[in-house]
């Protein structure tokens, strides 16, 4: 299990694991849900963020604020640990 | 029985076959195994008409003026009381199955075609002689042309004739879509997403569950579940199995049933949900695939290739699904050609196909597919066979 975890990492991640097709060069404040990401690719991000971080993400994590962007994501993450 | 034109399947193709065959002057036989036209946008419950406007662009624009295909889009509109919706790059429209068996019928009765439900085609010889089996009972069937739009090249297969299939682990995978009534609010698709992990942890749902998506249907507190699939459920996917089938079926109610309990459970608005009506079938994105005389590629649709003699135009991306974790888009650089000969078996006359199954490569398929490219091509495909029969 990781310690931090940074918005790069969450791109890396998310590249991947093909849960959004992500254009090159993208940064930490790229709107994942513009990419493509829906509600079934959400689920699949929590359990991976579980077994990668070990941040288990519930119900109330499940809005655009928190999943929203690389940056918003690796934030709830660190706060997860 | 005789006829000029025999349509095998009344799926979005071969619907769109048979009222362009018999608006012709062909004598037109249509056979369903249901009770009921639409194939998948019936039986399987899909809701969305994709592959009916261009890419791109500002308003909806039909990418197959003219056809059945905008014909069926102007009916269901006037039907649904619902427009095309906007998704990133591409558009397209709301349909529900109920309307679009209903609007089917009428358009079928209009056009003068004899529909032949419960019957299914099990031999067919070129020439052409079928056979039919409707209740334990066989049926013959003379006609001069014949088009298969079953979805899985059925006819293809009864003659032995060039078909393809794409390897189990690289098939787009299944998907099991049900109705569920007494939702009340919007649906927030995102919150759903978040009940149904919570789910997951407190044990009550398998990981299956996170293939689960819900798009409400236009009518008052009901909302269609979708369920991707991993169609490995007994083995291989194989979905000219039966026994992969009955799996696929049972898969499907299993984890709907738990996930629907579930929401009704914790999702506020979710307290009266149920669910309401199980689809006639799972849903096959893809299985056969008919070797024609012309084979229709993805690199082919990737560059908005245009033929001299293309018959319909493909307008969605390259979706491909062959795993169930969501959908990953191509985007092509713009609208592509269909050539003729991709509905035009090689080798025999007055044989043609349409929709899902006509020829092309698996990555084609992945465009070709969506019933908005499915009625152009049954449109084409049905003017070719009355012309041949004529
Ligand atoms: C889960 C899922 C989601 C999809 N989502 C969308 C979407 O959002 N938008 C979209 O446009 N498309 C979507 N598609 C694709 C689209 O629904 C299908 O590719 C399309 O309906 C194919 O049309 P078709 O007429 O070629 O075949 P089908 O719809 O499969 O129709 C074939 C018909 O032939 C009949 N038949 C088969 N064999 C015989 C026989 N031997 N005798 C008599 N009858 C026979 C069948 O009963 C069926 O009615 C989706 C597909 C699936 C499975």
């Keep these: 299990m990781e310690r931090s975890c940074t918005a790069e990492e969450v791109v890396e991640m998310l590249r991947e694991e093909g849960l959004v097709d992500l254009p090159a060069g993208v940064d930490g404040d790229a709107d994942l849900f513009a990419a493509g990401m829906d509600s079934m690719a959400v689920m699949q991000l929590i359990v991976i963020i579980e077994e990668r971080w070990g941040v288990r993400l519930g119900a109330a994590d499940a809005t655009r604020e928190v999943l929203g962007t690389p940056a918003s994501l690796a934030a709830r993450i660190c706060e997860g640990k | ?390």
């Design chain 2, 1 to 390: 029985m005789k006829a000029d034109v025999l349509i095998i399947g009344a799926g979005s193709a071969g619907l769109a076959a048979a009222v362009r065959a018999a608006r012709a002057g062909a004598r037109t036989i249509l056979l369903e195994r249901h009770g009921f036209a639409g194939g998948m946008g019936t039986a399987s419950l899909v809701h969305t008409f994709c592959g009916l406007y261009l890419q791109d662009a500002e308003t909806p624009q039909w990418s197959n003026p003219g056809t059945l295909a905008e014909e069926i889009g102007r009916r269901m509109e006037l039907a649904t009381g619902l427009g095309a919706v906007k998704s990133g790059r591409v558009w397209f429209l709301p349909q529900h199955p109920v309307e679009f068996a209903a609007l089917a019928d009428s358009m079928l009765r209009e056009a003068g075609v004899e529909v032949l439900f419960h019957s299914e085609l099990v031999a067919l010889e070129p020439g052409w002689r079928a056979r039919v089996a409707c209740r334990g009972e066989g049926i013959d069937i003379e006609a001069r042309a014949v088009v298969d739009a079953s979805g899985d090249a059925v006819a293809a297969s009864a003659l032995g004739m060039g078909h393809m299939m794409s390897d189990s682990r690289s098939l787009q995978r299944p998907a099991y879509v049900c109705g569920v009534q007494g939702v009340a609010g919007e649906i927030d698709g995102l919150a759903l997403a978040g009940w149904i992990i919570d789910g997951i942890r407190a044990g009550d749902l398998g990981t299956a569950a996170t293939g689960m998506h819900f798009r409400a249907s236009g009518r008052a507190g009901e909302v269609f579940a979708t369920l991707d699939l991993a169609g490995m459920e007994t083995g291989d996917y194989d979905p000219t199995d039966p026994r992969c089938l009955a799996a696929l079926e049972a898969t499907g109610r299993e984890v709907a049933m738990a996930v629907v309990a579930c929401l009704k459970r914790s999702a506020p608005g979710w307290e009266g949900a149920f669910i309401s009506h199980w689809p006639a079938r799972a849903g096959v994105r893809e299985s056969r695939r008919w070797i024609g005389q012309a084979l229709l590629t993805g690199e082919d649709v990737m560059a908005g290739r245009r033929f001299d003699d293309e018959v319909a135009v493909a307008s969605w991306p390259l979706e491909l699904r062959e795993t169930h974790r969501g959908p990953r888009l191509r985007y092509p650089v713009g609208p592509a050609g269909i050539p003729r000969g991709a509905l035009i078996a090689a080798g025999v006359d007055g044989l043609f196909m349409a929709g899902r199954c006509l020829s092309c490569d698996h990555e084609a398929q992945a465009s070709i597919r969506v019933m908005g490219t499915c009625f152009a091509t049954g449109d084409a495909a049905g003017k070719m066979a009355a012309a041949s029969a004529g």
